[in-house]
């Protein structure tokens, strides 16, 4: 069997990771693209036993059947499915997959605090990308906040909000969490009413939920309401969401592109987004991350 690891991207796993990985008996190789293409995956997983996942590419049921020593992938944050859609293959060949829960929880809460003001305060309408001087812009304590999904992010989102004063926090969540209720004097609503009321929503929901905003709730939010995504890529409706954003003068930061190229040509203070994932590209979190994932995959290696 081999003993080499494959790692993809260089903003993970530093020389000291490579150390312990080469301690423990393994050589690494990597490939030093964010995002590779399902021909350049497929070449570099042969002869794998080990694969860290660091960028943004996309591991396909195709590069999973190419894998021919592959027994652990780990993913250097939390929400794995959306890039690796072959995980139902993996599991089949029983290929172990791992992700690093908790790494990046402070970074993309820290961002999309960032994209909320950024919005709120209309930064991108009061520089030199606009002829704008002078406007009264909205501060976090006028408005009515809605947080989808009280995970770790959705969690750490609203504690940094109620640490800002921030009193009008709204949630929806799968299950409710009382205590936290209680703890933080939030108040849960059905997610139809976060989308109809709430004049700022910041979602945080795993991917694998799917697309759980579609038409018939985006059609609920408000004109002039703020839309902040920096989790899953999937979760919107973006055909809708588009055409509502034209008709109610929507405010939407995105931390990923989309491929809907109408979504370009629309303002900066309508449409802002991030060129790939932003959100947990700190160097704390890189550095939590990179410690679990290679921790993570001696343990399954070796175990």
């Known amino acids: 069997m081999s003993n080499k690891i494959l790692v993809t991207d260089s903003l993970f796993i530093f020389d000291e990771h490579v150390e312990q990985l080469k301690a423990a008996g393994f050589e690494v190789e990597k490939l030093d693209k964010p995002q590779a293409t399902e021909e350049e995956l497929c070449k570099a997983v042969k002869g794998k036993v080990g694969y860290i996942l660091g960028g ?8 999973i059947n190419t894998a021919d020593e592959l027994k652990a992938i780990i993913f250097t944050g939390a929400d794995w499915a959306g890039f690796i859609p072959g995980h139902e293959v ?36 009061l520089t030199r990308v606009s002829d ?48 936290l209720e209680k ?16 004049d700022l929503i910041s979602y945080h929901v795993s991917s694998r939920a799917g697309q759980l905003i579609g038409k018939d709730l985006i059609k609920r939010i408000k004109k002039d309401s703020i839309i902040i995504n920096a989790g ?17 003068n929507l405010h939407v930061a995105f931390d990923y592109n989309l491929n809907d ?29 990179s410690d679990m994932a290679t921790q993570s995959i001696i343990n399954l290696l070796k175990t």
């Open 232 to 248: 899953s890529d999937v979760a919107y409706d973006v055909a809708a969401l588009y055409d509502k954003i034209i008709a109610n």
């Open 56 to 63: 943004i590419e996309k591991v396909t049921d195709k590069v």
């Open 132 to 179: 704008k001087t002078f406007m009264t812009a909205q501060s976090l304590t006028d408005v009515k906040i809605g947080v989808v999904g009280m995970g770790r992010i959705g969690e750490r989102v609203t504690r940094m909000l109620k640490g800002l004063g921030v009193e009008d926090i709204n949630y929806w969540n799968r299950t409710r969490k009382l205590e």
């Open 261 to 289: 190229k109408r979504y370009k040509n629309l303002p900066l203070t309508n449409w802002f987004c991030s060129n790939s994932s932003t959100a947990y590209n700190t160097y704390a979190a890189n550095k939590l991350a």
């Open 90 to 125: 993996a599991t089949k060949k029983e290929i172990a997959i791992a992700n690093t829960p908790g790494a990046n929880t402070y970074a993309v809460a820290e961002y999309t605090l960032t994209l909320m003001l950024i919005m709120l305060r209309k930064v991108l309408e």
């Open 183 to 198: 703890e933080l004097g939030l108040k849960y609503l059905p997610l139809e009413e976060i989308y109809s009321t709430c």
